[in-house]
C-alpha cells in the first residue's frame, strides 16, 4: 500500500506543479478509497501545502495580486462553512460531495469551450469583485473541508482573458493561503493525529520528486494544451470517485 501511496502522491504532485491545481483531486480520491479515513483530507492538505510553499516562491513574481486578493477574501467565507461540512459529512457523503461538485464544473467549462468555439467570438467571465467572492467562497469551503481549493478557481480562471502562467499563479497563490488556513482549523477544531502526521512526512519525498517534474514538463504545455489537460482532469476525476462509491 505503501508504494501505491508513493506513486499517487508523485503523479498528482507532477500535475499540480504543471497546471497549478491537481493533488487535492486525485489524492483525496485516492487516499480516502485506500486509507478509508477522514485523515486523508487533512494528510492532503499537509503535503499539499509543504509542496505550495515551495511552489510559490518560484511563481511570486508573477503572481495577479489584485486578483488573488478579492479571490482569498471570498474564501474567508468559504473557510468556516467547510469546517461545519468536514463535521457533519462521512466519508461517501464527502466523496459524494467532491463528484458532484466537479462535474458541475467540468460540465460548465466544457459547454463555455463549445460555444467560444462555435461563435465567432469568445466570451470571456470578468474578474470583479462579485464573481470572486463566489467563487472565492466555494473554494475556501472545500479547501477546509475537502482540502480541494483549486478546481473552483482554476475551472473560473480558464473561462476569463487570461494568460496560462497568470492563472497558474494565482491558483497556486490562493491555494497556498487556503492549505495553510485550512491546516490551522483542521488542527484548532479536530486536531490532527500523530500517525496522520507521520504518514505526511514518509509522503513529501514522492511529493516533492513530482513538484520537480511537473515544473520541468510545465515548459511544454501551451495555452490549448494547458485548457485541455484541465478539463480532462476535473471530468475524469469526478468520474472516478462515482465509480468507486
Given at each position: ?73 471570498g474564501c474567508l467565507i468559504g473557510y468556516p462553512i ?92 490562493t491555494s497556498t493561503v487556503s492549505y495553510a488556513v ?38 511544454f504545455i501551451n495555452p490549448a494544451l494547458f485548457k ?18
Open positions: 500500500m505503501t508504494l501505491v501511496l508513493f506513486f499517487i502522491t508523485f503523479c498528482a504532485a507532477t500535475l499540480q506543479a504543471a497546471t497549478g491545481f491537481g493533488f487535492g483531486i486525485i489524492a483525496v480520491t485516492a487516499f480516502l478509497i485506500i486509507l478509508k479515513s477522514t485523515s486523508a483530507v487533512q494528510i492532503v492538505i499537509i503535503i499539499t501545502l509543504a509542496m505550495s510553499m515551495v511552489h510559490w516562491f518560484k511563481i511570486r513574481s508573477i503572481v495577479p495580486v489584485d486578483l488573488v486578493k478579492k479571490l482569498i477574501m467547510g469546517v461545519v461540512l468536514f463535521n457533519m459529512a462521512d466519508i461517501e457523503t464527502l466523496k459524494i460531495a467532491v463528484a458532484i461538485l466537479i462535474l458541475l464544473m467540468s460540465a460548465q467549462n466544457g459547454f463555455e469551450r463549445y460555444r467560444s468555439r462555435n461563435s465567432d467570438t469568445q466570451r470571456f467571465l470578468p474578474t470583479n469583485k462579485k464573481y470572486c467572492a463566489g467563487v472565492g467562497t466555494l473554494s475556501g469551503a472545500m479547501a477546509s473541508a475537502l482540502a480541494m481549493p483549486g478546481p473552483a478557481v482554476i475551472g473560473y480562471l480558464t473561462q476569463c482573458d487570461l494568460d496560462k502562467n497568470t492563472i497558474r499563479a494565482a491558483v497556486i497563490t485550512a491546516l490551522i482549523l483542521q488542527m484548532s477544531v479536530f486536531g490532527i493525529a500523530a500517525e496522520t502526521w507521520e504518514s505526511s512526512l514518509m509522503l513529501l519525498p514522492a511529493t516533492f520528486a513530482g513538484l520537480f517534474f511537473g515544473e520541468y514538463i510545465s515548459k485541455n489537460i484541465t478539463l480532462f482532469v476535473l471530468l475524469a476525476s469526478g468520474l472516478n470517485i462515482l465509480i468507486t462509491l
